[in-house]
């Protein structure tokens, strides 16, 4: 090593390292391991976890192609799991309501809770995911609980093929179905809070309208019974209301024309007594 950040490993000897002699060759991108020569010159990692890296490397040539050396960087795998951490989204106990893992092309887990870290899965979601297939399942897990999971493979870009890692992302099936059941709650007491709202709306309105409407109709009644001085009340509550107020009054006040040209402006005359003729008889001879 000729130079190196914080001069940790100047001067040991890494060309038995496969970053190193990949490096001499072509660009190279390793799968993740534990540290070792860096193991014993870093802090331990601060959760107790092993330290880890993924190497990278790739060869340092003169213009004229000859060989100068490899450059290489060792990347902690402590980054991964913080970003994993800050998009988890936590529940109300503060634990991740969902869990992320990233397998190796063999189905080990590389990232994921500490009691699965370097186990294999046997399940049918990380075996479709080694096999480079996208899917979404419930399954049950080694725990005994069903989990909601989602697995995808990661692919290279261009000559670069990969490492063949898995993304995969589960969810407690219960927990999941329990914010839906939730969601169902809040969603009927708002149906309810809002049946209710209509109901006493809908009453005070037809109260409004049907009041106009009473009001008529006992005018109505009394003029069919006769009371024809029953005095019929304007209304503009709405159209229909204030059409038949019309109606009304102008019926009344028709009855009231009737009425007072059937009845006499003066007392009725009384009757003529019969003419009486008066002849004068003739005087006696």
Known sequence: MVVSSQRLLEGVDVSARPWFRAGTQAPFAGDLHEALLLAQKLPPAPNGEPLRFVDIAMPLTRKDGVPLGVLGAHLSWAWANEIAESVLQRGGDGKPNVDAFVLSREGVVLMGPKDLQGQKLDLASARAGVQGVTKTVEEVWPDGKNYFTAVAPTRGEGEYRGLGWVVLVRHDADAALADVSALQHRILLASLVMAVLALVAGWVW??????????LAEAARRLSHGDLGTPVP????????????????????????????????????????????????PAAP
Do not use: C, K, W, Y
């Open 234 to 281: 304007p209304t503009r509550a709405f159209a229909e209301a204030t059409s038949l107020s019309t109606s009304l009054v102008q019926l009344s006040m028709a009855l009231d024309l009737i009425l007072a040209a059937r009845r006499p402006d003066t007392p009725a005359a009384p009757a003529s007594a019969e003419p009486v003729s008066a002849s004068r008889e």
């Open 206 to 215: 037809a109260g409004r309208l049907s009041r106009p409407l009473e009001v």
